[in-house]
């Protein structure tokens, strides 16, 4: 082949690249055209993706995943009450005896179910898909934040200790699904406060909390021995709103979620608090956990009050408290680092 039979071949083809040269920056116009707008839908999916997620928070993916992020090898229990068939003509079962079990207590125990008769959570929220709850700490933390209206979107709202809800409506809400208390922290005017509905649940730590609900029960003569503030001797819960929580949460609170020993026995011994109990409860339980009122004041200030309804107690007050606060202030921690658990409010 000659120069001239290359270049005559050659030139036919240069001028079709040519010609091609308008297409194709058509062509990468265009595409960059849909990268920046299959860019702007796939941030727009995105978004819709998260506004959903609000509005239905609890896939079971999420539930499942939280979940294991708390690393604890242990399944989740969601029937929470104690029930009359667990000790009518049963052998005993439990390991421990109160407060991490209930050996020694079934006879007594199968009095007070034999009255309450009512085991479950109300069917309303039992037969929820997805049950979205509030642990509501009674922290001073929680004063002026407002969040009363927020709390009352939650399908659960769980309180404790007998803590009021009138007066402090804008702050805490106005309503409550259950609330754990144990008889020194009961309280006849908050029982009165509350919905009908609300669920009053009795934590027992001792022998005595159980003959304080069963001399209730019964109306029988109220004896005042064994506690260390006296418990109300009017209370007046209706009989089918009581509830005894399985003391097998507040074992797996201490054993699990918290290592503290579980030998009751020791003066000195250390247990759960009831807000980290409610915490676990509704971890168990329930498929989304937010919490308020968690916390106790940061100053070094021992007369800062830690409650948001009073300010008799103190720091001071909580000295010789049977509570490990730094471990379960560091679990805390630990649950809203991994996810578990989401405060409502600005949280140290
Ligand atoms: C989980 O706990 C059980 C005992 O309750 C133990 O036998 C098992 O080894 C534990 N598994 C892990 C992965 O820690
Ligand atoms: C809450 O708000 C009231 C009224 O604005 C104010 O007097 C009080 O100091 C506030 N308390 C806290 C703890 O911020
Ligand atoms: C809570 O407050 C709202 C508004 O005042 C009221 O409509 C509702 O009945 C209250 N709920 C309870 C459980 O008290």
């Known amino acids: 082949m000659t120069n001239e039979h290359v270049k005559m071949s050659q030139k036919p083809n240069k001028k079709w690249y040519l010609r091609c040269l308008p297409v194709l920056v058509l062509l990468l116009l265009?595409?960059?055209?849909?990268?920046?707008?299959?860019?702007?839908?796939?941030?727009?999916?995105?978004?819709?993706?998260?506004?959903?997620?609000?509005?239905?928070?609890?896939?079971?993916?999420?539930?499942?995943?939280?979940?294991?992020?708390?690393?604890?090898?242990?399944?989740?229990?969601?029937?929470?009450?104690?029930?009359?068939?667990?000790?009518?003509?049963?052998?005993?079962?439990?390991?421990?005896?109160?407060?991490?079990g209930t050996k020694g207590s079934e006879l007594m125990l199968l009095k007070i179910l034999s009255k309450t008769t009512n085991y479950q959570m109300p069917a309303n929220i039992e037969g929820l898909q997805c049950k979205t709850c509030a642990v509501i700490g009674n922290g001073f933390t929680i004063k002026n934040s407002s969040l009363g209206s927020t709390i009352n979107n939650y399908d659960v709202v769980i309180r404790m200790n007998g803590a009021p809800v009138r007066g402090y409506e804008d702050d805490v809400g106005n309503k409550t699904t259950m609330t754990l208390f144990y008889p020194e922290s009961a309280s006849h005017d908050t029982v009165q406060q509350m919905e009908p509905s609300a669920l009053v649940v009795l934590v027992p730590f001792k022998q005595q909390d159980l003959r304080w609900l069963k001399e209730i029960l019964y109306n029988e003569k109220r004896n005042m021995k064994g506690f260390w503030k006296p418990p109300p001797q009017i209370w007046s819960a209706d009989d089918s709103n009581i509830r005894v929580l399985d003391p097998h949460f507040l074992q797996q609170t201490a054993d699990r979620l918290l290592h503290i020993p579980l030998d009751f026995t020791k003066q000195e011994s250390v247990h759960p608090t009831m807000g980290i109990l409610a915490v676990f409860v509704a971890l168990n339980y329930c498929d989304v956990v937010h919490v308020a009122g968690f916390g106790y004041p940061q100053s070094n200030n021992p007369n800062d009050p830690i409650h948001y309804y009073e300010d008799v107690h103190t720091m001071k007050s909580m000295k010789n408290s049977h509570h490990d606060l730094k471990r379960e202030a560091a679990t805390l921690k630990r649950l809203k680092d991994s996810g578990a658990i989401l405060y409502l409010h600005p949280h140290l």
Not at 38 to 53: F, H, K, P, Q
Not at 64 to 82: A, D, P
């Open 30 to 100: 265009s595409s960059v055209i849909y990268y920046l707008f299959y860019d702007r839908l796939l941030s727009y999916t995105g978004t819709l993706e998260s506004l959903s997620s609000i509005q239905s928070p609890c896939s079971d993916l999420l539930t499942q995943k939280n979940w294991e992020r708390l690393n604890i090898n242990i399944s989740r229990q969601t029937k929470l009450f104690l029930k009359m068939e667990d000790f009518f003509w049963r052998e005993p079962t439990s390991k421990f005896a109160l407060p991490y």
